[in-house]
Nanobody, 115 residues
Framework: QVQLVESGGDLVQPGGSLRLSCATSGSMFSIIGMGWYRQAPGKQREFVAAIRSDGSTTYANSVKGRFTISRDNARNTVYLQMAYLEPEDTSVYYC?????????WGKGTQVTVSS
């Protein structure tokens, strides 16, 4: 059973930066795409960014140019570097598979952007 553990969320001022981490278990990590998703209060979960097994990436328009997704296959970890954060980025951030059926969602990590 694959487990996902997100971390790195915090309270940050507008314009600030954060790096989120998603540690995964399981032996299939290096051959599957991984994505970051977020859910704000009262809203549906939405796609943020993804990185495929070949390293290619895709981003939601709302974060393009500000967020960068990366992966470390040796550590079974995927990262989300976030810059120029805006109050609209306030959400709980989750990781999960991208081009494969979802596995059980982790608890997520809270990112709050506020002055």
């Amino acid at each position: 059973q694959v487990q996902l553990v997100e971390s790195g969320g915090d309270l940050v001022q507008p314009g600030g930066s954060l790096r989120l981490s998603c540690a995964t278990s399981g032996s299939m990590f290096s051959i599957i795409g991984m994505g970051w998703y977020r859910q704000a209060p009262g809203k549906q979960r939405e796609f943020v960014a993804a990185i495929r097994s070949d390293g290619s990436t895709t981003y939601a328009n709302s974060v393009k140019g500000r967020f960068t997704i990366s992966r470390d296959n040796a550590r079974n970890t995927v990262y989300l570097q976030m810059a120029y954060l805006e109050p609209e980025d306030t959400s709980v951030y989750y990781c999960n598979t991208y081009d494969s059926p979802y596995v059980t969602w982790g608890k997520g990590t809270q990112v709050t952007v506020s002055s």
